[in-house]
């Protein structure tokens, strides 16, 4: 049976961790988790019955996989303390923004690098993540595949492409939030409690995600079918986008994008 380190035990470790736990691919003990807080570690032991430990050296021997699930600016030391322990078999799985492969490998040359972009809907079951890796990595990106089906969908796509999928996917996660809450507003002030409309525009937001992803259709098709002639459907929308609301997202999207390039 395989066994998995994951490195940071903290919002994205956990839910990396309980879906880990809750699959067939790895049995709870074959888990370890490593974080510096005992207490931290204490509550994940608790409630997801994996193993746990606060010495990264020791939490590797004889692992296949090792999740790296640390703050950026935490990796390099992570990076140092792994880099004469690890084993050349070890699958080093990558869940930190903005460093690539390349960067990795720079430090531990050896081993194979697959990154992965979930988001927070992880913590749902309902992430989703993007996975690349180098070509010559096939069996191992497939059972990467299968670690993050556990907790939402996953799709493989080019490394240079990470950064898009990180603003797409986990940056996406508060655009959506951004515009929910302008509809809750938009409830309000036509007379509904804070509360009430918040009920309202959470599941229409879930139903109008649902038609687009199980019915497989472009969205234009599933706003034509509530779209009447001269209605009020219309009247809103066009209003919307008179102010620029696709503009808007796409600007915004392309900020955002910008942004990431810069950051290192
Ligand atoms: N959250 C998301 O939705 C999301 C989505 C995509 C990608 N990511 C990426 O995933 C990574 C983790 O994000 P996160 O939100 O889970 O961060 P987080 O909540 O800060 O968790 C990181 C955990 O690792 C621990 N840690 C740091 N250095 C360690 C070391 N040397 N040994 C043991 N434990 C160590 C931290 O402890 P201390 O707090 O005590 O330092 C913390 O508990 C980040 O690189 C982030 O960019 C996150």
Not at 63 to 69: A, F, G, K, T
Request: hydrophobic share 40%; proline share 2%.
């Amino acid at each position: 049976m395989n066994k998995i380190t994951i490195i940071g035990g903290g919002n994205l470790g956990k839910s990396i961790i309980s879906g880990l736990a809750s699959s067939n691919l790895f049995e709870a003990e074959s888990i370890t988790v490593v974080d510096k807080s005992k207490y931290n570690l204490k509550e994940i032991e608790e409630n997801l019955g994996v193993s746990t430990s606060q010495n990264i050296i020791e939490s590797i021997i004889d692992v296949e996989w090792i999740i790296l699930c640390v703050q950026p600016r935490q990796l390099d030391s992570v990076l140092q303390e792994v880099k004469d322990v690890v084993t050349i078999d070890q699958v080093l799985i990558s869940t930190v923004t903005g460093t690539s492969i390349s960067e990795i490998n720079e430090v531990i040359p050896e081993n194979k690098v697959i990154r992965v972009m979930p988001n927070t809907g992880a913590s749902k079951k309902l992430s989703m993540t993007c996975i690349a890796a180098n070509d010559d990595v096939t069996e191992e990106l497939t059972m990467v595949q299968k670690m993050f089906d556990t907790i939402g969908k996953t799709l493989v796509i080019e490394e240079r492409l990470m950064q898009a999928a990180t603003v797409l996917g986990a940056s996406g996660i508060a655009f959506f939030l951004r515009f929910l809450r302008a509809m809750i507003q938009g409830g309000i002030q036509m007379g509904f409690h804070p509360h009430e409309a918040q009920i309202i525009a959470v599941q229409t937001a879930m139903g109008a995600a649902t038609l687009v992803a199980e019915n497989g259709t472009h969205p234009e098709c599933e706003i034509d079918k509530v779209t009447t002639p001269q209605g009020c459907t219309i009247e809103g929308l066009n209003e919307m986008e008179h102010r620029g609301l696709s503009s808007s997202v796409i600007k915004g999207v392309m900020a955002s994008y910008e942004k990431i390039n810069t950051i290192k």
